[in-house]
């Protein structure tokens, strides 16, 4: 099981910057994946960003040279965004692929922040 808490969201102008943070705890053995995604009001879940362990990055196509995804201790990332516009208003949720000690993989949400861009 791994549970995610996530933080930083908030209310900033267009051209602003949040930074958004994710930690994982829980019991197991490695965290492959981390990554946001987001869901704006009326509108599907959409990747925004992923991480992999060895350090590869995607990005969605709306977000990158504005957005960056980081990782530390392989426990945790975060979500510079910088240049914000009002279409990046949602709540954005953390996600970790995950293994446990059976090698089994999972797949886990955190409870999401919200960030809200007014223009």
């Known amino acids: 099981q791994v549970q995610l808490v996530e933080s930083g969201g908030g209310l900033v102008q267009a051209g602003g910057s949040l930074r958004l943070s994710c930690a994982a705890s829980?019991?197991?053995?490695?965290?492959?994946?981390m990554g946001w995604y987001r869901q704006a009001p009326g509108k599907q879940r959409e990747l925004v960003a992923t991480?992999?362990?060895?350090?590869?990055t995607t990005y969605a196509v709306s977000v990158k040279g504005r957005f960056t995804i980081s990782r530390d201790n392989g426990k945790n990332t975060y979500l510079e965004m910088n240049s914000l516009k009002p279409e990046d208003t949602a709540i954005y949720y953390c996600?970790?692929?995950?293994?446990?000690?059976?090698?089994?993989?999972?797949?886990?949400w955190g409870q999401g922040t919200q960030v809200t861009v007014s223009s």
């Open positions: 991480m992999s362990s060895g350090g590869a």
């Open positions: 829980g019991n197991f053995l490695r965290i492959d994946v």
């Open positions: 996600n970790a692929e995950s293994r446990d000690y059976a090698f089994r993989r999972g797949n886990y």
